[in-house]
């Protein structure tokens, strides 16, 4: 299928062992073509981000947008930059790093990096035969000869699979007390404490990659904010001790139906905080309506389910979230899109 052709193509079998090999001897990956050989890269449509202060754009901004937003990526830890040591115009997230590949054909043009790989993950292939067969639940991959399993495997299916995740390049293990499995460009968490549709994390391999190579400094300074508020997606303003998240049930939803948004809360020093109460306001093309949350429980979440009605599709539902604890104020943003 053209679908798994242009991610086949970059690491597997026996040759994506020997290039593992030469990446692994290497403290960074190789300076290549000067950046005005390259073309520009093609910005567009941008949005700023308050929690790091950076701005996403163009096709970057696309591929985040239809993928899954921070849920996946995490938040932008630099602006767009060509990157000499890959050759590409790249961009920093917490969980990846976008590639512009202007020589592929659409949709291949953005690519994420192979971090899994480059941070040396791998590990030896698990022979076919050791591998339980006969269940759904299991998948193994002769490509890496590593199987994802259970959680991981409906994660992995449900968001973007081979595209996103590339191959698995190891087995589930226990790293700092926590299950956790390696991909080609991601990794990903078992977290029991969050709700139930939400245990599937995926750590954050940009910022391991960014602490273990480095990266330009004026890539990483914070931006200064657009001059018209509202372009927040899904962002944390930190002005005061607590740090609140929101997330979506579904980031693509029906025209009719419910939506859920689920708040998690931490005080300063990141543990969960009980007992906040949170408001939302939902944006919706007609009217704004508020919606109240119960208290946040002993993991710091909250959620609050509401009904959407007829909503026209393609355009997006911004949702603004108000978290408050004593004298703490702070706020948050995500959205969702009604399509079908």
Sequence with gaps: ???????????????????????????????VAAPGLQPPFPEGRSEYFYSTGHYVKGPFLDFFNRHGGVRI????????????????????????????????????????????????????PIPASRVPRGTPFRR???????????????????????????????????????????????????????PRDERVVLGALGRAYIQRFGVPAEY???????????????????????????????????????????I?????????????????AVRFPSQTVQYTAGPTDSRGITSVTFPIHALPPGQKVIVDVTVRLGQQTQTAQTFFVPWY
């Design 73 to 124: 990526f995490g938040y932008p830890q630099t602006e767009v930059f060509y990157d000499s040591r890959v050759g590409l115009w790249v961009q920093y997230f917490d969980n990846a790093r976008m590639e512009w590949h202007p020589e592929n054909p659409h949709p291949y043009k953005v690519q994420l990096g192979l971090l899994g790989e480059l941070l040396g993950h791998r590990y030896p």
């Design 1 to 31: 299928m053209a679908r798994n052709r242009m991610s086949r193509c970059v690491m597997g079998g026996s040759i994506g062992m020997v290039l593992l090999l030469a990446a692994g001897a290497l403290l960074a990956p190789p300076a």
């Design 220 to 262: 990483q300074r914070r931006q200064p904010a657009p001059a018209r508020p509202g372009q927040l997606v899904q962002t944390i303003e930190e002005t005061s001790d607590l740090h609140v998240w929101a997330f979506v049930r579904n980031v693509i939803t029906g025209r009719e139906g419910y939506q859920t948004v689920y």
């Design 264 to 280: 998690y809360v931490t005080d300063a020093g990141r543990r969960p905080a009980s007992g906040a109460s949170a408001t939302i």
């Design 140 to 194: 193994y991959f002769p490509e890496t000869g590593h199987s994802v399993s259970f959680a991981f495997l409906v994660f992995y299916d449900s968001n973007g699979g081979l595209d996103i995740f590339g191959y698995p390049i190891s087995e589930p293990m226990v790293e700092n007390g926590r299950i956790v499995q390696y991909f080609q460009r991601a990794r990903m968490e078992w977290h029991p404490e969050r």
